[in-house]
Nanobody
Framework: QVPLVESGGGLVQAEGSLRLSCATS???????VGWFRQAPGKEREFVAA????????YYADSVKGRFTISRDKAKNTVYLQLNSLKPEDTAIYYC?????????????????WGQGTQVTVSS
């Protein structure tokens, strides 16, 4: 089983919305999960994370109020709802599983990475 599989990326106009999914399996279904992104020519950056229980969330300042992370334990899936998208949100988005939401926010204690899904926002 692949630990993490992202889906849901695509091309969208500015101010549009997308929902990314991160399907977990096996051990990763019990870990904290986070989303990161990397734009061309830029370093990878933290976007959002959710605790193992799904009750605590963390966000980068740049996405607060626009993105929402959630977790469906029954489906072993973590979602990232992207609203009010901006061209600067264009990047490859990766999900990652780790020890805790706060550790993921610090990019620490990451056990698994997904393969990434491309999000492109046109102006």
């Amino acid at each position: 089983q692949v630990p993490l599989v992202e889906s849901g990326g695509g091309l969208v106009q500015a101010e549009g919305s997308l929902r990314l999914s991160c399907a977990t399996s096996g051990r990763t279904s019990t870990y904290a999960v986070g989303w990161f992104r990397q734009a061309p020519g830029k370093e990878r950056e933290f976007v959002a994370a959710i605790s193992r229980g799904g009750d605590i969330t963390y966000y980068a300042d740049s996405v607060k109020g626009r993105f929402t992370i959630s977790r469906d334990k029954a489906k072993n899936t973590v979602y990232l709802q992207l609203n009010s998208l901006k061209p600067e949100d264009t990047a490859i988005y990766y999900c990652a599983a780790g020890s805790s939401g706060s550790d993921l926010q610090a990019e620490y204690g990451i056990y698994f990475w997904g393969q990434g899904t491309q999000v492109t926002v046109s102006s």
